[in-house]
């Protein structure tokens, strides 16, 4: 695979676990070393491959654990203040013209305020930040290890799942943070809403080879969901109101609560608000079958509960086992077949398996289990894309009642129909799913007294369609009808559909292309405290030239000698200082970044301080070995 990241660009990396995701990353960031090819950074552009976290108990703060990313930064502010004291010194102003520009590049004046207001946006309040890093839990410290990375302004950033330990409002505070990146961010993720809102480039590994296409996600396509019956229907469980103790001596409030079949419940609020307590508090209580307080549950009631660490699943038994407790033993094997589950691992014991396998496991068990109460803990995680896909559907396909905590946003906007939030030791009740949470529609109670309702708005005016979101349709479309197995025996109408594929892809790509800045070019250098820039012309032979002050510099290369002029409108005029930079600039980029044995320039009135020599008649020259020479790279 081929991959060239221009400062601008924020590529996702998607794919199924085992595409080679974490590979390619650990490629980029030198961790690895590739069988063949090369992995080349433009200078003063390392990568960040973070440490582990565990180095950041070696702090005495989870302050200063947090600040350990910052240490490039400071080591450049002590060089700037240095330089400070001696800028009558030989090129130490613009050595400090340099520096200051690279300090601000990064977001140095910025960067603490920056880190503060992520590990708020992270769960850790300022009174936390002072205590010592070994009362965090791993997850903790790797949310506080990544807000250090996301204030540092690393000009080349590479991140394995950076929202895996995120809650959803946590993920769209690093989501924030990356969309206004100024360097080059690569990431995986494979949560949908977290890619759409973080990138400008979507890298998808796939059969070991990589496609790289500008633009995001469209997430118009939800999944079909199955709606219960309803609040005329008896309740499974009801509650006149729980209290339920929580990690620190805190409790848990509730008011009446009634879960109905049919149901869809999001349970969300920040850490250690009770959403895993409160799941496996109904699922205990199931179990004993009495009831806690004004709790009860309404006749025979089937629970599952799907914890995030076995999954439902019994870790005695093998993945087969567990699954042919609910089905026969052909459909447990068909559906593990569907959700990737490893033939390798079918006859070892759950508690035994990967996370991953154990989560795929998991997965096949819900598509088989016919209960009337589910309950899941931490619904997609340790799940890739194309389970995620899968999973949306089990859940949505179900007439039974769930319960639900999840961090993939796609996931809980496209099933829930209730949100339970849980703030500040109480749970607020909402009706309209995500969307009325959001809006804070609160669901009403039996008894309380309906608010005054406002006059309807007017109806927006219909608005013409995206016509990347009619493409995107076109091309899901296209996809399932590929998918269909009937087809496979009609090969002719199989290629014209996939050639039609090909075509919607390159369309789609296009009007993505359209709505999205150019990227920035690829080449740069400084000359006469300047930075000039060039990129590839489009056929490939020779650069051009970004312009300075409405001037340009224009290259045609001819028999392996390059032509170099400049362009001045008539209405402008560059000073002799500038005009020998630009002259100079597209020299050094000429000779660095193309295959010629000489430059030469014509100019009857030349500028001092060219790198050309003068070779008479307004004539000058400078051939490859003289340039080398300048450059120290030959005596």
């Known amino acids: 695979m081929s991959l060239v990241l221009r400062r601008g660009m924020r590529v996702a990396l998607a ?13 980029l960031s030198g961790m690895a070393e590739p069988l063949s090819g090369t992995v080349t950074a433009a200078p003063g552009a390392a990568p960040v491959p973070p440490e582990p976290p565990a180095k950041l108990l070696e702090e005495p703060t989870v302050r200063a654990a947090a600040e350990r990313a910052l240490a490039p930064l400071r080591e450049l502010e002590r060089h700037i203040r240095a330089l400070e004291h001696r800028l009558d010194a030989p090129g130490a102003f613009a050595e400090y013209a340099l520096l200051t520009e690279q300090f601000e590049r990064a977001g140095g004046y910025t960067a603490e305020a920056d880190l503060r207001a992520l590990l708020a946006a992270f769960g850790f309040p300022a009174e936390t930040l002072d205590l010592p890093p070994g009362f965090l839990s791993a997850g903790e410290l790797r949310r506080v290890q990544l807000a250090g990375i996301l204030s540092a302004g690393a000009p080349v950033l590479l991140l394995d799942q950076p929202d895996l330990d995120l809650t959803g409002e946590m993920r769209q505070a690093a989501a924030r943070r990356l969309k206004g990146w100024r360097g080059a961010v690569l ?5 949908r809403e977290f890619i759409r809102e973080s990138c400008t480039h979507v890298a998808e590994l796939a059969d070991g080879s990589l496609r790289l296409r500008r633009g995001t996600f469209t997430l118009k396509r939800h999944f079909q969901t199955v709606r219960g019956h309803g609040a005329s229907a008896r309740p499974l469980f009801s509650s006149d109101g729980l209290q339920l103790p929580l990690p620190g001596g805190q409790l848990l409030r509730t008011g009446p609560l009634a879960v109905r079949p049919g149901e869809r419940i999001l349970v969300t609020g920040p850490p250690g608000s009770g959403r895993k307590e409160l799941l496996r508090f109904l699922a205990r209580d199931h179990r004993s079958g009495r009831g806690a307080g004004s709790g009860a549950w309404h006749g025979p009631v089937s629970v599952m509960h799907m914890d995030a660490h076995l999954f439902g699943l019994d870790g005695a038994l093998s993945a087969a086992e567990n699954l042919e407790r609910h089905m026969s033993p052909q459909r447990a094997g068909q559906l593990l077949e569907l959700t990737g589950f490893t033939r390798s691992g079918r006859q070892q014991a759950a508690g035994d398996l990967p996370v991953r396998e154990r989560a795929r496991a998991g ?12 309950l899941i803990e ?15 559907e089990a859940l949505a396909a179900r007439e039974g009642a769930l319960i639900f905590s999840s961090a993939d946003r796609f996931l809980a906007r496209s099933i829930a129909l209730r949100v339970w939030d849980l703030t500040d030791g109480r749970l607020a009740d909402y009706r309209g ?23 309807p708005a007017a109806p927006a005016p219909e608005t013409a369609p ?20 009937p087809l496979k025996n009609n090969p002719e109408l199989t290629r014209r559909l996939e050639r039609r594929r090909t075509e919607l892809t390159g369309q789609l790509m296009a009007a993505y292309a359209s709505g999205l800045p150019e990227p920035a070019p690829r080449f740069r250098v400084r000359e006469a405290d300047r930075y000039f820039e060039a990129d590839r012309s489009e056929d490939g032979s020779g650069l051009e030239f970004s312009p300075l002050a409405g001037s340009r510099a224009w290259l045609r290369v001819t028999d392996s000698v390059a032509h170099l002029g400049v362009d001045t409108p008539a209405d402008r005029c560059l ?21 010629v044995s000489a430059v030469q320039h014509f100019d009857r009135s030349p500028p001092p301080g060219l790198l050309l020599h003068a070779a008479g008649n307004g004539w000058h020259v400078l051939n ?9 790279w030959r005596p």
């Open 187 to 191: 990431f995986s993720s494979h949560d």
């Open 363 to 374: 997965l096949a068990l819900l598509f088989g289990a016919d209960v009337d109460l589910l």
């Open 378 to 392: 931490a619904a997609g995680e340790h799940l890739d894309l194309p389970r995620r896909q899968l999973l949306g």
């Open 433 to 455: 799913g995500v969307a009325g949470w959001e809006h804070g529609r609160l669901r009403l109670e039996p008894d309380a007294e309906a608010p005054p309702q406002d006059k």
């Open 624 to 632: 490859v070995a003289d340039f080398e020479r300048l450059e120290g």
């Open 466 to 485: 995206d016509p990347r979101d009619v493409l995107e349709e076109r091309l899901l479309a296209l996809e399932d009808l590929l998918a269909e197995a």
């Open 575 to 595: 000073l002799p200082r500038y005009r020998a930079a630009l002259i100079n600039a597209a020299v050094r980029l000429t000779f660095q970044l193309l295959p």
């Open 15 to 27: 794919g199924a676990h085992g595409s080679g995701k974490s590979l390619l990353l650990q490629l």
